[in-house]
């Protein structure tokens, strides 16, 4: 099985800027075989239902990004650590939400939550304006 664990939301003012950081870990027959999954990023605002942010494949070499985010916001991973991020820059009071980092069943990019088979706990953003 896989434990993954978001950080690094907290409290900024409009244009401000935050770095999101998943760390991944869990029961596998070893890092490399964890690694060749798919990432993505997903975001819940409270009343609405979960979006699409962004995702990245197993090597991170291709990347996809929702309309609301792109220019914005860059996804990245680092496989040595086990470890995907989300660098979000020029935040919007719009983009308030929990952010739920999660990982594919299969190693490309995937917009669908159902292509995804281990969610994170969530960290909360909250852009002020």
């Known amino acids: 099985q896989v434990q993954l664990v978001e950080s690094g939301g907290g409290l900024v003012q409009a244009g401000g800027s935050l770095r999101l950081s998943c760390a991944a870990s869990?029961?596998?027959?070893?890092?490399?075989?964890?690694?060749?999954?798919?990432r993505g990023w997903f975001r819940q605002a409270p009343g609405k239902e979960r979006e699409f942010g962004a995702a990245i494949n197993w090597n991170g070499d291709s990347t996809y990004y929702a309309d609301s985010v792109k220019g914005r916001f860059t996804i990245s991973r680092d496989n040595a650590k086990a470890t995907v991020y989300l660098q979000m820059n020029s935040l919007k009071p719009e983009d308030t939400a929990v952010y739920y980092c999660?990982?594919?069943?299969?190693?490309?990019?995937?917009?669908?939550?159902?292509?995804?088979?281990?969610w994170g706990q969530g960290t909360q953003v909250t852009v002020s304006s």
């Open positions: 999660a990982r594919a069943a299969g190693g490309y990019y995937y917009t669908s939550p159902g292509a995804y088979d281990y």
């Open positions: 869990g029961r596998t027959f070893s890092r490399n075989a964890m690694g060749r999954k798919g």
